[in-house]
């Protein structure tokens, strides 16, 4: 499913205008985007948390030429399901 089928499901499931859900759909996006920039978490109680984990600089390999690389620290945004959405995934 990409964005414009979920709008049109969205939309048809909340019974508003396909307009209105690209809004609340970009909106919802930003404010987790943001939250996550600012390293606190999000809970969807019955869908999921998301949330930023640290990964460590670490020492990798080239593909090509098998030369040694150095790969920087960085954020990784990370997504944990919980209860509802995997039991819905489970079909239970």
Do not use: C, H, W, Y
Not at 60 to 72: A, F, V
């Amino acid at each position: 499913m990409n964005k414009n089928e979920l709008i049109t499901e969205v939309s048809k499931e909340a019974g508003l205008s396909k307009t209105d859900t690209a809004k609340a759909i970009d909106g919802m996006l930003t404010a987790v985007m943001n939250t996550l920039g600012k390293k606190e978490d999000v809970r969807l109680v019955g869908f999921g948390t998301f949330s930023v984990a640290d990964r460590a600089a670490s020492e990798g390999r080239n593909p090509r030429t098998g030369e040694k690389i150095q790969i920087p620290a960085s954020k990784q945004p990370k997504f944990k399901a919980g209860k509802g959405l995997k039991d819905a995934v489970n079909n239970k």
